[in-house]
């Protein structure tokens, strides 16, 4: 991939993250990236093609890494925390990544969340949920893994705003007490593992 490939790519998440699909142009991409904007479509067609370029880019290695924790080896229960670990990890160390899911959501195009959820995050998702009938064969896979991938990430998503609550501690978003928070909780809920 081109350096100024990589670089409109990297721009466009960015921007897209700080304002929304609706809220970028082509134009602001061209802008950032210091290029015109007949050249930037020389490398996409679209806005829309240059987003769905980006998300994939910009997920696929996360979306491998979750699947690599979740393919890892080992007890169900440790692969379930090495996912969680990563997913944690994901959303510390990268708050564009965090943002623009948020505004994914925000925006509810259904057309960009159902890519997200088939294209980028499927494979992880589903293997998910296989782990958890592992766990729990007898629990509602689906809704536990969506309910174990917003307590992981939701301490991230309101961190701006959790600093001004009392008894803060800044250690309390960061990936290691997140994992150590939501796998004291799932083994409430999922009994004592062998």
């Known amino acids: 991939m081109s350096v100024t490939r990589t670089t409109i790519l990297k721009n466009a998440v960015l921007l897209f993250s700080q304002k929304g699909f609706n809220g970028v142009s082509m134009r602001n991409i061209a802008d950032l990236t210091k290029i015109s904007a007949p050249a930037l479509y020389n490398h996409f067609k ?4 240059l987003y769905i370029t980006a998300i994939a880019e910009s997920f696929q290695n996360k979306s491998a890494n ?5 393919n890892s080896q080992g007890k169900a229960i440790e692969r379930l ?3 969680i670990t990563c997913l944690s ?3 510390y160390n990268d ?21 997200l959820a088939q294209e980028v995050f499927g494979a992880s998702f589903t293997k998910l949920m296989t782990l958890l009938k592992e766990l729990k064969p007898a629990g509602e896979a689906h809704s536990l893994a969506i309910i174990i991938i917003g307590m992981v990430q939701k301490p991230f998503e309101i961190s701006p705003l959790t600093k001004f609550f009392s008894e803060y501690q800044e250690e309390q978003i960061t990936p290691p007490f997140v994992t150590q928070q939501v796998m004291s909780i799932l083994s409430t809920f999922l009994g004592e593992q062998k």
């Open 46 to 49: 679209d806005k829309h093609t």
């Open 66 to 70: 979750l699947l690599d924790a979740l």
């Open 81 to 83: 925390e090495r996912f």
């Open 89 to 91: 990890e994901e959303l």
């Open 95 to 115: 708050p564009n990544f965090r943002r623009l899911m948020q505004r994914e959501l925000l925006d509810g195009d259904e057309k960009r969340l159902q890519f």
